[in-house]
């Protein structure tokens, strides 16, 4: 007779084989991007409209004022991304460079007429009332370019001269040209970027330990040369020190997490979107997810980073083709890095710094140049041995099954 122990071995490596069969499928990747990429903007959705309401009625008298824009950015980026996910890479090549310079454009004209709001001289007025932020759009150019760069010197990327040049100064004048908008939380995800790229192409570990070291140092003077940033360097550790100026917003995000407990106080319920929490529908809409959904609605946020994350990271190693690793590769590295500044700003483990979490944060420059960069992930799952083909058996199947429908009515 066999015993407990027994009969549940076969059912754990039964479970365990169908989740490694699972994974080896041609389009795991695609449909994981997919399937993360719509629910995490869902619930971005979903969100902002609790997380803004208040302050959407107080302000404009209109409840949905801050959802409504949300929405409409959802469906023009959903738009790009759709159009991104089935552009072929030599389309991607030959937009690389407009796309570059156009954005570093941008940027060079917030610096003329741009419009400076909470400190930060990053956005240009649009018509209407709506706003562009320049620097959203230079983090998608600058992935773009040094995909393509990379792509093109694949075979001369085991000298360290060819990996650094020009890769390093131009993603480096792009960032401090974001640092001089006072945007450094940009500025932090383009430094990111280019040091996981760095890493991606192969440099070795002494220049790249330099690098690092050197970005280091120059974080450091930026934030010694403005005195609201040193302010907040010193209050994060103890945000009680200055509970009615630098603290406050990491006391109310903590304060948010802390009455949320497991389950949280229910969609809605939320106290700090009542004016308490700035920023609750932005850089801190995590805290309103952590107090609304509880503790279980925060982990399931990280667990759908992971999965996105995991898919990169599958695209880029699988995938045989280097424009679409290092595509994939420098996706990632963007999105997974902002989303951990993120998260470990609003749970107090960063400093405060300006910057949204990616898909679920209102804004409009973040969410549409978001949703492109999830396109492209898409388009390059495409790439992975095998993917192509299960999709064109996909298609001619529906399109089988709807021949016999046509043929049913007939």
Not at 68 to 78: P, S
């Amino acid at each position: 007779m066999a015993t407990s122990t027994e009969s549940a071995r076969p059912s754990r490596s039964g479970f365990l084989a169908g989740l490694r069969g699972a994974l080896d499928r041609p389009l795991t990747s695609h449909q994981l991007v997919l399937g993360v990429g719509t629910i995490l903007l869902c619930l971005g959705l979903v969100m902002v409209l609790s997380a803004s309401s208040v302050l959407a009625l107080r302000q404009h008298g209109n409840a949905f004022y801050y959802f409504e824009r949300q929405l409409l950015f959802a469906v023009v980026g959903g738009a790009g991304a759709i159009v991104a996910a089935k552009l072929p890479f030599r389309t991607l090549h030959w937009a690389t460079y407009p796309v570059l310079i156009g954005s570093v454009a941008l940027i060079a004209a917030t610096y003329v007429i741009g419009v400076e709001i909470r400190g930060n001289r990053n956005w240009l007025p649009l018509a209407g009332g709506f706003m562009l932020q320049p620097s959203e759009f230079a983090k998608l150019a600058v992935v773009l370019w040094v995909a393509h760069l990379y792509s093109r010197k694949q075979k001369l990327l085991g000298r360290t001269s060819h990996v650094l040049v020009p890769m390093l100064p131009v993603t480096a004048g792009v960032a401090l040209l974001v640092v001089g908008q006072n945007d450094l939380g940009t500025a932090l995800v383009l430094f990111a970027v280019m040091l996981g790229m760095l890493w991606v192409a192969g440099l070795k570990s002494r220049p790249l330990m330099a690098i690092f070291l050197t970005l280091g140092a120059v974080l450091v003077f930026f934030v010694a040369a403005a005195p609201h940033r040193v302010a907040r360097l010193l209050t994060f550790m103890d945000p009680m020190s200055a509970a009615d100026t630098d603290g406050y917003q990491s006391i109310h995000s903590r304060m948010a997490f802390a009455s949320g407990q497991f389950w949280g106080v229910g969609l809605g319920g939320s106290r700090q979107k009542w004016g308490t929490l700035p920023e609750a529908h932005n850089d801190f809409i995590l805290a309103i997810i952590g107090e609304e959904l509880g503790l279980f609605g925060a982990c399931v946020v990280l667990v759908l980073f992971g999965l996105l994350a995991y898919a990169g990271i599958r695209i880029a190693t699988r995938t045989r083709d280097p424009y679409a690793r290092y595509l994939a590769a420098g996706i990632t590295i963007w999105l997974l890095a902002q989303a951990l500044i993120n998260i470990g700003m609003v749970l107090g483990l960063l400093p405060v710094i300006g910057i949204p979490l990616p898909l679920i944060s209102s804004g409009g420059s973040s969410l549409m140049t978001t949703l492109v960069a999830v396109g492209l992930l898409v388009n390059c799952a495409k790439s992975e041995p095998g993917a192509k083909r299960a999709l064109e058996a996909r298609a001619a199947r529906r399109s089988g099954r709807g021949l016999m429908g046509i043929g049913r009515r007939g």
